[in-house]
């Protein structure tokens, strides 16, 4: 495609729900990464995926957030149970290869969580 | 964590000035980026500076990197009011680590 593309744009869960956001990489792009961004801060990692295989998962603030990507193209990043501090935007980024070079972002899915 | 720390956390100028802000950083680094995000959008990536660069130029962009002061700079001369966003630099480690950490921002205005 184009660009990375996310949906929903913006979610609003209560407390308690499961939610599911999608992201759609660049068409090629091997690397995937998720990110978590509260109000006011830069992006914090969360995972990151080469192909299907999810290589780092060590930024997943915890055993709520689960992320995949089944066929190496779309990723799901789940989070079970939400909290009112899982309210930030969720990005996500591709690229071809080497996960430390420039990457493409989406713009993201801002989660309000009431 | 967030490894890189943005300075000025805010810059307001008139159109026409140049704007300069100012990234340090905590450990050895691979490459150091610089990224933009308009209000309620995505980042987009603005220009990357190999750890063994001094000086990177693209279009009215200036970044400096020294690895010693753990230190870069970003530069952008004739500012725009289309300039208006906020800047992240963002470090990667390597050494078999695959994320890039991002400071805090500056937020810039550029006022027409």
């Known amino acids: 495609g184009a660009g990375v593309s996310q949906s929903p744009r913006y979610k609003v869960a209560k407390r308690g729900q499961d939610v599911a956001l999608r992201c759609d990489p660049i068409?090629?792009?091997?690397?995937l990464f998720w990110y978590q961004q509260a109000l006011g801060q830069g992006p914090e990692f969360l995972t990151y995926?080469?192909?299907?295989?999810?290589?780092?998962k060590s930024g997943l603030p915890s055993d709520r957030f689960f992320a995949e990507r089944p066929e190496g193209s779309v990723s799901t990043l789940k989070i079970q149970r939400t909290q009112q501090e899982d309210s930030a935007v969720y990005l996500c980024?591709?690229?071809?290869?080497?996960?430390?070079?420039?990457?493409?972002f989406g713009s993201g899915t801002q989660l309000s969580v009431l | 964590s967030q490894q890189g720390e943005e300075d000025p956390q805010a810059l307001s100028i008139q159109e026409g000035e140049n704007a300069t802000m100012n990234c340090s950083y905590k450990?050895?680094?691979?490459?150091l980026q610089w990224y933009r995000q308009n209000s309620g959008r995505g980042l987009v990536h603005l220009i990357l500076?190999?750890?063994?660069?001094r000086e990177k130029h693209s279009g009215r962009l200036r970044v400096t990197l020294d690895t010693s002061k753990k230190s870069s700079s970003l530069l952008i001369t004739a500012s725009r009011a289309a300039d208006t966003a906020s800047y992240f630099c963002?470090?990667?480690?390597?050494?078999?680590?695959?994320?890039?950490?991002f400071g805090k921002g500056t937020k810039l205005s550029v006022i027409p």
């Open positions: 450990t050895s680094i691979n490459n």
């Open positions: 963002a470090t990667a480690s390597g050494a078999g680590s695959y994320q890039l950490t």
């Open positions: 995926f080469q192909n299907e295989a999810q290589l780092d």
């Open positions: 068409s090629g792009h091997v690397s």
């Open positions: 980024a591709s690229n071809q290869g080497a996960p430390n070079e420039k990457l493409f």
């Open positions: 500076i190999r750890s063994n660069e």
